[in-house]
């Protein structure tokens, strides 16, 4: 197991449960001191998971764990994930990882506008305001990593006829919102460039049937459409170590792995068996 995140300081969102957990767990198992952040503290109504849960699977590594419960639907709330970060973890966020995001699938003709703020907030307000909220301290240390999970749901469905599949046109508030982070990304990726700061995202090229992918589309996805949790983690905490060359980009979880070879591993570090799986 390497110590590549020896010394630094991460944040994560959305760490309760599936791929957020995950990325802070290897981030901790790779030496980084990691604030956890989440609206489930203890325990969700209707998802296995919570930050407590999260919290003791990253202590056994032995770095510093700070557990911060928060609403990023509130800009209030939001607001003081940072402070509380670097006040618990003793300086600067190295590392930022947009991960939470509110996902709720409704026809297009009725979709309501509470529905279509509370996405948006989640999903393109937060993980900039948090963005906005690291930045300073990466400015001064002269360098700086945030990724923001995307979706596949970006692209356009081809039609007419249109295609024919589980989620439909449900999908495409959600998607308008991973499209207006990825653009949002690139433009402060571009602004940031030279202060050696890396902002990118990331999507997932299959399902990972993290426990809230499972009760969304869970029955609807078949072998062949799923990714290896491990193999978005790689992907991910690849972008939590890049080079200044690898900025404003918009990758692909299977695809970085194969263009960078990387080695998938398990949350823990160690080596991962069997290979990365996915659609082709």
């Given at each position: 197991m390497s110590a590549r995140f020896a010394g630094k300081r991460a944040i994560v969102t959305g760490a309760s449960r599936g791929i957020g957990?995950?990325?802070?767990?290897?981030?901790?198992?790779?030496?980084?001191?990691?604030?956890?952040?989440?609206?489930?503290?203890?325990?969700?109504?209707?998802?296995?998971?919570?930050?407590?849960?999260?919290?003791?699977r990253l202590e056994q590594y032995g770095g510093n764990v700070v557990v911060i419960a928060a609403d990023l639907t509130d800009d209030e709330?939001?607001?003081?994930?940072?402070?509380?970060?670097?006040?618990?973890?003793?300086?600067?966020?190295?590392?930022?990882?947009n991960n939470a995001a509110a996902a709720m699938y409704a026809p297009m003709e009725s979709?309501?506008?509470?529905?279509?703020?509370?996405?948006?907030?989640?999903?393109?307000?937060a993980p900039m305001d948090l963005a906005q909220a690291v930045l300073p301290g990466?400015?001064?240390?002269?360098?700086?990593?945030?990724?923001?999970?995307?979706?596949?749901?970006?692209?356009?469905?081809?039609?007419?006829?249109?295609?024919?599949?589980?989620?439909?046109?449900?999908?495409?508030?959600?998607?308008?919102?991973?499209?207006?982070?990825?653009?949002?990304?690139?433009?402060?990726?571009?602004?940031?460039?030279?202060?050696?700061?890396?902002?990118?995202?990331?999507?997932?090229?299959a399902a990972v049937m993290s426990e809230?992918?499972?009760?969304?589309?869970?029955?609807?996805?078949?072998?062949?459409q799923i990714e290896s949790m491990e193999a978005m983690v790689e992907a991910t905490v690849a972008l939590c170590a890049c080079g200044p060359e690898i900025s404003g980009g918009c990758f692909v979880s299977l695809d970085l792995i194969d263009e960078l070879g990387l080695v998938v591993h398990n949350l823990d570090g160690s080596l991962f068996h069997p290979p990365h799986q996915g659609a082709s």
């Open positions: 957990a995950a990325i802070a767990e290897r981030l901790a198992a790779e030496g980084a001191a990691v604030a956890i952040v989440a609206r489930t503290l203890e325990q969700h109504d209707h998802l296995a998971g919570s930050l407590q849960e999260t919290a003791k709330s939001r607001a003081t994930i940072v402070p509380i970060a670097v006040d618990r973890l003793g300086g600067p966020i190295d590392i930022l990882v979709f309501s506008l509470k529905r279509r703020r509370l996405i948006f907030e989640v999903n393109v307000h990466m400015i001064e240390g002269g360098e700086g990593w945030i990724v923001n999970l995307s979706s596949g749901s970006t692209r356009h469905a081809i039609g007419p006829p249109f295609p024919v599949t589980a989620v439909g046109s449900t999908i495409g508030v959600y998607g308008a919102s991973k499209a207006a982070l990825n653009r949002m990304t690139n433009a402060l990726a571009h602004e940031m460039h030279p202060h050696e700061i890396r902002i990118n995202t990331v999507e997932p090229r809230g992918a499972a009760a969304l589309v869970g029955a609807s996805v078949t072998a062949d």
